[in-house]
């Protein structure tokens, strides 16, 4: 029986530990010498476009198998074996996100967020706000906070506002609504919290439709309490910062509106207090962050959620080493930045080439996300945009710090930290 017991509790811990392998990448450590495992198992995922909307339509490889994203912009593969490379395709756009195998093993579920195009099925919905005048005083946020985990904010005015949003066609979610109004100085900044409104039920809105909301003065609540948090922003030497900013954040979601309709202040300096109100809802948080760039091209998107005073640091920019800017190189040339890693942890990288010509306005864009700090052209040949031999690239590298590809690809994986650096440009020719 003993015996028994022992052979039940041996498999069991295999079977556990086989899971463990599945649902982790291998992103650990620095140049990796482990060996390739190889497993059969199941491989899925969802592409989702601009503002968080499901990308549907979309092909999807994993090997040599393709499947297409569905109308939430989920693809399966049943039966894959690792590791495995992934290539997504959209041939509107003419744009091609690739995935390179990884040095053990591949992750068996991949989320890619805010892919970089307009959703041909996404469609907007509204909520609009009305309230009396008299509550308002000089500045005001609407929120509305999406079971999805997404935050989505607009503005707020003398007699109301409104958020708008994109939907999947036939999709719906519900959430959280919050207006909150504030008191700004002279100089547009905020200086006191005044009152706000929380949504006492969850808002239910459908793709396409518009939801109104009617406010009297008794819905409104007083802010009495506010926290204060002193900032150092530390942008990298001789950039120029062309924004700093903060907005708030409310739960764990991830905004993803446009910039400008998010921001609750910007500052003219690096060092700088940002002030948020007390009490309106759990887990109440200001972000704050940067975007800076260089005479040389290279940039910088700094952003992090915080709740101690803080300093944010950019991490420096990658350095292109080969090939040189203007070469003429072979199909089989490696393109490699900072030291050429083989594997690199705690961060990843996105390189882009983007073909100098077009084709109805639209230039063929590769977006390769690596953990490794080189890269062989010829897996871009002909794995959906066609040969790319005789043809010009723009190419450029960003580093992504403090978090590893495993993480970023991760369902449910809230971007609410952001070290991105990104390096100069160069031009590279293939040869016929």
């Known amino acids: 029986m003993q015996n028994n017991q022992s052979k039940i509790k041996g498999l069991f811990t295999a079977f556990a530990l086989m899971l463990v392998l599945i649902y982790l990448l291998s992103a650990q450590g620095c140049e990796s010498t482990s060996e390739s495992l190889t497993m059969n198992a199941q491989v899925s995922g969802y592409i989702m476009g601009l503002y968080n909307a499901p990308f549907s339509g979309l092909s999807v490889s994993v090997g040599d198998k393709t499947t297409s994203t569905n109308y939430f912009g989920y693809f399966l593969f049943p039966h894959i074996d690792y590791p495995y490379q992934l290539t997504v395709l959209d041939t509107n756009n003419r744009k091609c996100i690739y995935i390179p195998k990884r040095d ?150 991830f905004t993803i509106n446009n910039l400008n309709n998010v921001v609750f202040d910007t500052f003219n300096t690096n060092s700088f207090d940002v002030d948020v109100p007390v009490g309106i809802a759990n887990d109440v948080y200001p972000v704050v962050g940067f975007l800076s760039h260089d005479a040389s091209g290279n940039s910088s998107d700094i952003f992090s959620r915080i709740d101690v005073n803080t300093a944010l640091d950019a991490p420096p920019p990658p350095t292109l080493v080969l090939p040189v800017n203007n070469s003429n190189v072979d199909i089989n040339t490696e393109l490699v930045f900072n030291q050429g890693l083989g594997h690199v942890e705690n961060k990843f990288y996105k390189l882009y080439l983007i073909d100098t010509t077009s084709i109805n306005q639209q230039h063929s864009t590769f977006e390769v996300y690596l953990d490794k700090e080189k890269f062989n052209l010829s897996e871009l040949n002909n794995i959906g945009l066609g040969n790319i031999k005789g043809k010009t690239f723009y190419w450029k590298v960003e580093l992504y710090s403090g978090n590893d590809i495993n993480t970023y690809f991760s369902y449910g994986y809230q971007e609410l930290n952001k070290f991105m650096s990104q390096s100069e440009q160069r031009v590279l020719t293939i040869n016929p």
């Open 104 to 253: 053990k093993m591949t992750k068996n579920n991949i989320t890619i967020q805010n892919y970089p195009a307009q959703n041909p099925g996404m469609i907007s919905s509204e909520i609009i706000v009305t309230y009396p005048s008299g509550e308002f005083t000089s500045g005001g946020k609407i929120i509305f906070r999406a079971s999805s985990e997404n935050e989505y904010i607009g503005d707020a005015g003398i007699t109301g506002g409104s958020v708008d949003f994109g939907m999947a066609r036939g999709t719906s979610f519900g959430g959280k609504l919050y207006v909150l109004l504030y008191t700004k100085d002279n100089n547009n900044h905020i200086i006191k919290y005044d009152k706000y409104y929380a949504s006492p039920d969850c808002i239910n809105i459908g793709a396409g439709e518009t939801y109104s909301l009617n406010l009297s003065s008794s819905d409104f609540k007083p802010i009495t309490q506010q926290s204060s948090y002193h900032v150092d922003l530390n942008p990298l030497q001789n950039h120029i910062v062309d924004m700093r900013y903060f907005y708030i954040n409310i739960g764990y979601g």
